[in-house]
Structures are given as structure tokens and as C-alpha cells.
């Protein structure tokens, strides 16, 4: 095992495609490792357990790497810079809760409308109703968000083909877009609904058993709007209610979920 001394010199977050928020310590200078790959930043997870210390810019640290190189990094000179926690509550793109997985312990913003995670919750979202985009619908969706159009789920469905015009998409492209976006309106099943939201810790079984009472009951997606009313839920007590409730817990998924009913079925 090799011991590296380098410095922390920044913090640094990145969205996974499940909405996973992965913190990194950034380190100058970079590191190169056994296999000859250049280290910028190392994972939080890595830092060692033992150490007493919430990091601060400057820290001096020392990173232990084995032979599959995974580093464990230790705190060995702190600066007298302001400490922060690695130990994060609070999305720091949007501000609002994380929640944690209960199997694997990783950290997810639930706002579905969080800037950081918007582009990939657009892409999931729109899978899980059946729309796939490649080729020119692709290109225009890639062009909206260069254009900064999208900043939320909804507004992929607010879109005229006017506004998606440009020098590089025609009107006829924009137009078969609109329409191809909007051919699942009516259609779309709860099922399908709550898969695209990609709601933290929400089983299949659980969305099942909710499609269960939707088609015995001939509810449609319109009729989310019962899963925001407490007493509704109540009702139904055999279903694990749990990662639902923590979802809606957020005024800002309330007011998605409703929106989006809406949109998709009137």
C-alpha cells in the first residue's frame, strides 16, 4: 500500500442518472495512482471514520491506496480555515431535504424539479411514458436545455413548435415533436406514472399494488390527486406508504404531481 499526502481544495457534487447525489473532496495537487490514472477528486465515502475532523480548505490529507486502489483518506494537518460537514442533509443545488436509501445508504434529492437533476428526471420521466428520444427529437431536446427552456418536468409539455425553432431545427422537425410529446396524453397508467418519477426507496410492489387500486377503481392518472389526500392513503394500510409520503412531504412534488395530472389528461 502506497501513502500519498496532497490537499483539499474544493468540495464538489455530482448527479447520478437515479438522482443520487455523490459528494467529492477535490484535491491539488492531483494524484497519480499505481495503474497510472490521474486522481482529481476522491469520493466522501472515502474519508477514514476514525478521523475527528470535518474538512476545511487547506487541510492537509493523506490518502492510503492498495493494490485495486481504493483510497482511504485521512485529515492529517487541518488549516484554520472554516470546517464544513461532509455529512450533508440539504440538496446544495436546490436546498431542499435529501433522503437516504434504506439499502444502500446513498443520498438522493427528492425534488423532482431540482436544477441539478432536471436533464436526467426529463429523460426518465419521458421513458417511463413510452417516449424515446433519439435522432432529431434528441437534438431538440439536447438544444432546449443549451437554450435553458426546460426547468422543470412540466414545461417539456408548455412547449410550442414556435419556440423550439432554430437555425438548426425546422418547423416541420418542431412540429412532429410537439405532437409526438403530447400522442401519450390520455394514456399514460399510474403505473408508468410513478416510474417516471423515480420516487427514492419506492418498491415495484408498491407502485403495483397502487396500480391495483387505480384499475379497480377505474381511477386515471388525473386521479393522483387522491394520493395527496392523507385520508385516501389511510385507507389502503397493506401498502408501504412510506417513501410516497416522504415525496409529497415537498410542497414542490405536490404541486409537480398535480401539474403534471393535469397536463397529461385533460
Sequence with gaps: MNKITTTVNNTSYVFS???????????????????????????????????????????????????????????????????????????????????????????RCINRNCGGQIYNSLFMFLAALGITLQGMNYQIIQSLFAKNRIHSLVDIFMLSHEQIVDETISLSDASVFVQYIHSVRGSVTIKQFLCGLNIPNMSYDTIDKIQDIFIYNNFTVLDTNKLLDRSFIEQYPAIDWTSWIDFISLPANMNLIYTLSNILYI
Excluded at 484535491?27 to 490521474?38: A, E, H, M, Q, V
Excluded at 477528486?41 to 477514514?48: A, F, G, R, T
Excluded at 475527528?52 to 492529517?76: M, Q, R
Design 17 to 107: 442518472t437515479d438522482s443520487v447525489l455523490d459528494l467529492y473532496i477535490d484535491i491539488y495537487p492531483t494524484i497519480k495512482l499505481n495503474d497510472n490514472k490521474i486522481l482529481h477528486s476522491i469520493p466522501v465515502n472515502c474519508l477514514d471514520p476514525s478521523s475527528d475532523f470535518n474538512l476545511a480548505y487547506g487541510d492537509k490529507i493523506e490518502l492510503t491506496t492498495s493494490e485495486n486502489n481504493l483510497p482511504l483518506l485521512k485529515v492529517i494537518a487541518p488549516s484554520k480555515n472554516n470546517r464544513f460537514s461532509v455529512n450533508i442533509t440539504k440538496c446544495p443545488i436546490c436546498g431542499e431535504p435529501l433522503l437516504r436509501d434504506l439499502h444502500t445508504g446513498v443520498l
